[in-house]
């Protein structure tokens, strides 16, 4: 199997907004990135090596070269659209297995990508929701364009609902180092805790 990964990640102007509350526009910008590459260590470390970050913003990329990864310049706004520019890059390049995971995962381990990529029934899918069961923190798709991206709000439900609409097997994987992302001050704060 050629598991290829994306790792989308905001202009750093933008990142984490839901903080300006608690750390000013240079620290918000400081944690996205060691946040990024603490995703991207845990990949290295599930010996995942096709890995590749989606981004508009040239720091964002420049650190992500240097940690190994591909990067790749988002010109279009959104989500959706930057994760369908990395799965071109991963057909392109012979995946057989997408992975995505955000960059704002503080407690994801390398086991918990293990987790993702084990294949005991082979289900086209994997989905880990986040902690609320609203949003999707990690989507594994077999093959690279099983199902269109639906991120955003609700997008565990509009996932599993397209995949189910397809009538591909769905394979949820809960585990907390993937179900927590920090995204606003009270994550902060139990992160800190």
Known sequence: MRVYAIV?????REAKSRLRSALDPEARA?????????????LREANVENVCVVSPDETVLNFASKSGATPLVQESRGLNRA?????????????SELLVLPAD???LEPEDVRALLEIEDYSAISISPDDARSGTNAFLLRPPDAL???FGPGSFEKHLRAAR?????VRIVERPGIAFDLDTAG???????
């Open 148 to 150: 269109t991206f639906h």
């Open 30 to 42: 400081d944690l996205a990135l060691r946040m990024m590459e603490h995703v991207l260590s845990a």
């Open 105 to 107: 995962l503080p407690l």
């Open 8 to 12: 989308p990640v905001k202009d750093l």
């Open 165 to 169: 609409e397809r009538g591909l097997g």
């Open 187 to 193: 994550d902060l704060a139990r992160l800190g805790a």
């Open 83 to 95: 994760l369908e520019l990395g799965r071109r890059w991963a057909m392109e390049h012979g995946a």
